[in-house]
Structure formats: C-alpha cells, structure tokens
C-alpha cells in the first residue's frame, strides 16, 4: 500500500489547481487595495496544461522510483524526461520557454 494513498485526495487535487490557476499572494481586502497593490498572475489554459503536464512528468518520475521500479540515481535516459518534465513546469509557470526561443531564432514562426 502506497502511503501517497492517503494524501492524493479529490481535495488536494482540486486546491492543486487552484493554486497553479491563481499564482500569487491572495487578493487584497478594499481597505488594503487602497494602500498596496497587489500583483497576480492569472494563467491561460495553455500554460496550466504545460504546468500540470510537467508536473504530472515529475510525479510519475519520483513515484516509480520510490516504488522500486526505476532508479534514477543511476545514469540513463529517465534524466531526459526529468529535464522535459521540470522545463516544461517552469515554462507554463514563467511563461518563457528556451525551445520556443531557439526555434524562433532558427526561423519558425
């Protein structure tokens, strides 16, 4: 039995969401939004399927090598997919992504 069993609930996944959906600190009550200004970031569609996607690379990465089925503490081609799995998380977060840069610079449109 998994001790992940207990903690990924319907709950967890929903506020998972909801936090990759709102990235920032919490909106401002009308007597603070008078004083500070608060900056948030609100992702399309498009960067939270990028986000999720990465993070779904990631976890399934970490699961199974916890799980005994994989070791990535060895050298091999699962470090490719960890690479894919963070830079695709950090570009839907960030909104920059080198490959579209590259791609760009090389021609594409």
């Known amino acids: ?12 996944i929903y506020i998972i969401i909801q936090m990759f959906t709102r990235l ?14 608060i900056r948030s970031i609100t992702l399309n569609a498009q ?23 994989i ?4 050298l091999s081609w699962l470090w490719f ?7 695709l998380t950090q ?3 960030t909104g920059f992504c080198p490959l579209t840069s590259m791609l760009k610079a090389a021609g594409a449109r």
């Open 1 to 12: 039995m998994s001790p992940l069993k207990d903690f990924v609930t319907e709950d967890s």
């Open 81 to 87: 997919t960890a690479f894919v799995g963070a830079n």
């Open 24 to 37: 920032g600190p919490p909106e401002a009550t009308t007597a603070d939004a008078s004083h500070h200004r």
């Open 71 to 74: 070791d990535i503490t060895k």
């Open 47 to 69: 960067r939270l399927t990028m986000t999720l996607a990465g993070l779904f690379i990631l976890v399934s990465l970490a699961l199974a090598h916890f799980n005994g089925q």
């Open 91 to 93: 570009a839907g977060i």
